[in-house]
């Protein structure tokens, strides 16, 4: 009988792909997200918030990233049949904004927007099927000066974080001047004829850093058959169209005008080419203007990361120092966000064409970066002060006791359960608590307060067994009048920083 | 052809229900749950983020709000066909987390949580299917310090987000007081026999403000007879029940220690009532050691709303100043959030009970309050400086001038689109900006830049229809040093507050 019953009783667990955020991830990502946010409000900026649902005739069929065709949303049928979806981005739901509130809204239209986002996908490894994501977009105008802007919000943004400059680089790249680059290499770079083709070439060019120019000259060309015997299928291209491919996408970055010279010659007779080019070039002047060097932006042919989804400049912010990955070895930390230039999302509804450029950040990952340099504020994460209740009946007083701390902002909270010393002090230890206030009978007589320092504590005692021991001891512990309470502990306190 | 393909458009626009949060609102948003958070974290509670998506059955049926009981979820299955829901409120989950992590957890566990909860029910004016909820939960103690704890967290909260004391009042009533009385009455407080009466009682209860006594008594009785003829049930209570439960719900709330010698002689023979009131006597001595008077906190049980639901104390913050309703008329502002004691939610889980207490704020409510009392920070939401550009080609220098106000942490944005000054002059009023910057030929051969107070200047410009007209009007505008442009835009700033 109670085996049955416990077998009807639902599993405490999430659905595979979810998770959820304990207390000093959650406090890292709140101080994170605000940052950014404030980055973006003294850049103009304007917050936006939109619904999780949308229609999912709305959202379309706009996922950026084609690595995962399988890629699929979270819908439902409304009570009038119609289906919803949860957002996976938050791209579509700003087209679809945009095109709702057009007339009524500045133009351009600049906006940032944060939230959980959904991928109804299989999860692995650090990937999930809920995640956060920042977004900042710029809705309305086609200057690349709105580009530019992004190639410098981000990095003021990953400085304030805490990453130094150095530790990232902004690799920017041009949908334009790739479609220039595969002009001259004789694929249609717009044509339907030529979109499978296109989609080979983008994905042997991605796989630059895995497979070096070789592998992904074998995947331009006749196909390639990698270390199990598995056989990929290439793009046939002829050996010439192969070199004028890999001089693009090999050219190291450099000085940004360095960059841009050495680009120009391939794509010299492609118009599209060329305007992508000159975009490029009005970016550098502006980056240049602005004080970003090549030391925080350069051009980058080797990024083509998205290129599929954008129509003019692309960008990624990449973070440059090494990590220990999750299988231990130690590799480059990589991307943490990325943007670009877009068209149609508004057109889908409206018709003409609007043009847009944003950047979004993967907030996940950044923090597992921020983490990884030690640059998550631990420190504001430290534990309450714990005032211990000896006695219930003098709960009041230990009340009072938390009041006169918090009133002066220091974290405290009086223990709440009604178990005794032992667990109250392995509840404080288990609460991270830096500071036990402690009134017994002997020091209210006394018309004092005991004070134990747990974090000097835990270096010095052993376990303490019982309140007779405990009072022998005493291990970093103080007794101080009570009326200097907030005083004391502010001392111990600014001691550990 | 066209038409054809107009049609074929989505639609931009929302499912009922849903809606974008723009950026006025969301700002105050942003800070008000900042502010609630600030007072949560001095209070000790620690942050959790669950995913939005649960396992249906971990979610169970849990809806506090028993007024509507057509109240759904969305709901889809997974892969493996077991179905998944998004979460109805922050609570069902936080039972699935305690149940989950329970023996690494500190008890008593204390968090806060704050996001959207998603409800599939009919949309009506101001209730939205999905919407935010802010709540504080203390799980794994039945001292009733813990409920205390809420009525001093929330007052607080109130005060800081500038709501003056005399505005609010929390309102503590209890179930176990309520049970005493109908057991006074001759309702079973707990069998299943009783519970369709109970429900009956308790809804009719619910009405006292709307109703009156007489309206009440109609509904404890024989029924009632509305003004449009239709005719509600009655719990069929004979005259002296009828009279013991009025007895009890009309006592209006004064100082506490008077209440609940009010209330004993009602419940004095029912254990369970006793036991609530010495609950609720516990809870007043705490809350008076905390300085938490009748002025703030008062036992009121006249306050039945979610007595279904909670199995102690409970509690309820009322705004009780008056605000025009949606149809015009003035009326007390009413609920802004509520909580009390629950159990049985771990149990699904665990099988042993864990007694648990909790408060939830309702955010849209409350920051209609706030902007009924004009406190949610206009002022804060201001538009940013905005940078004209008169010549692209100088669109360098206009973004470093608009860098040295960021720099200053003054909110600035260069034009980013491509239209002329007209046009940009619209767009700086559109954003709310307070001050335009515009560097003209002759300004830069002097050395100077011009700024225009655009809030003083809408006192008293007419339109501006040219640059030539501009020049000769230049209502509520100044010339100044360059190099003193952040200094003059920051006196112009600070003229307006």
Redo the contacts between chains.
């Keep these: 009988m109670a085996k049955q019953?416990?077998d009807n009783?639902?599993?405490?667990?999430?659905?595979?792909g979810?998770?959820?955020?304990?207390?000093e991830e959650?406090?890292s990502l709140?101080s994170m997200v605000?940052t950014i946010?404030e980055v973006c409000?003294?850049?103009?900026f304007?917050?936006?918030?939109?619904?999780?649902?949308?229609?999912t005739?709305?959202l379309?069929k706009f996922l950026p990233d084609q690595d995962r065709p399988n890629a699929g949303v979270?819908?439902?049928q409304?009570d009038d049949e119609?289906w919803?979806s949860l957002r996976y981005d938050l791209t579509a739901p700003l087209a679809?904004?945009v095109?709702?509130n057009y007339d009524a809204l500045?133009?351009?239209y600049?906006?940032y927007q944060t939230g959980?986002v959904?991928r109804n996908e299989k999860p692995g490894p650090g990937r999930f099927?809920?995640f956060t994501q920042f977004d900042a977009d710029?809705v309305?105008?086609?200057?690349p000066?709105?580009d530019a802007?992004f190639c410098?919000l981000a990095p003021d943004a990953l400085e304030r974080l805490g990453i130094p400059r150095g530790s990232y680089r902004m690799n920017v790249n041009s949908r334009k001047v790739l479609d220039g680059v595969l002009e001259a290499a004789g694929i249609d770079p717009a044509g339907e004829a030529d979109a499978r083709r296109r989609l080979t070439v983008l994905r042997a060019i991605d796989k630059l850093d895995r497979l070096g120019s070789e592998g992904v000259a074998l995947l331009l060309g006749p196909g390639r058959k990698d270390e199990s015997g598995d056989f990929t299928e290439g793009a046939g291209l002829a050996p010439k169209a192969i070199e004028t491919i890999l001089g693009f996408v090999t050219i190291a970055p450099g000085e940004r005008g360095a960059t841009l010279e050495r680009i120009a010659p391939l794509i010299e007779r492609s118009a599209r080419g060329m305007e992508g080019l000159a975009e490029l070039a009005r970016m550098d002047?502006?980056l240049?203007?602005?004080?970003y060097g090549a030391d925080r932006v350069v051009v980058n042919p080797g990024v083509v990361r998205g290129l599929e989804y954008y129509t003019g400049p692309v960008f990624e912010a990449e973070l440059t120092f090494e990590a220990r990955a999750e299988d231990g070895t130690l590799a480059r930390f990589g991307s943490v966000g990325g943007g670009g230039r877009y068209d149609g999302l508004v057109a889908?509804?409206?018709?003409n064409e609007v043009p847009a450029t944003g950047f979004s950040i993967g907030v996940s990952r950044l923090y597992a970066a921020l983490k990884a340099l030690g640059r998550t504020g631990e420190a504001a994460s430290r534990?309450?002060v714990?005032v211990l209740v000896l006695d219930?009946a003098r709960?009041?007083?230990c009340?009072?006791m938390?009041?006169s701390l918090?009133a002066e902002?220091?974290?405290?909270?009086?223990y709440?359960?009604?178990s005794g010393l032992k667990a109250q002090m392995r509840?404080a230890d288990?609460?991270g608590a830096p500071v036990v206030v402690i009134e017994g009978d002997e020091e209210r007589q006394r018309g004092e307060v005991t004070l134990k320092d747990l974090i000097e504590g835990s270096r010095l005692a052993g376990g303490i067994r019982d309140h007779q021991e405990w009072k022998e001891a005493r291990p970093a512990q103080v007794s101080v009048p009570a009326a200097d309470l907030v005083a004391e502990v502010r001392r111990l306190l600014s001691r550990h920083g």
């Design positions: 019953k416990k009783r639902p599993k405490a667990a999430l659905p595979k979810f998770r959820d955020i304990g207390a959650l406090r709140t605000a946010r409000e003294v850049y103009g304007e917050p936006l918030s939109t619904s999780a649902i949308e229609y005739e709305a379309g979270f819908s439902f409304d119609q919803m679809r904004y095109a709702e500045p133009k351009p600049r906006r959980s959904f099927r809920e710029t309305g105008t086609d200057n000066a709105a802007e410098m002047d502006l240049s203007a602005g004080g889908r509804f409206r018709g534990g309450p714990v219930q709960l009041p007083d009340q009072r938390a009041q918090r902002s220091i974290r405290a909270e009086v709440l359960g009604t509840y288990k609460r």
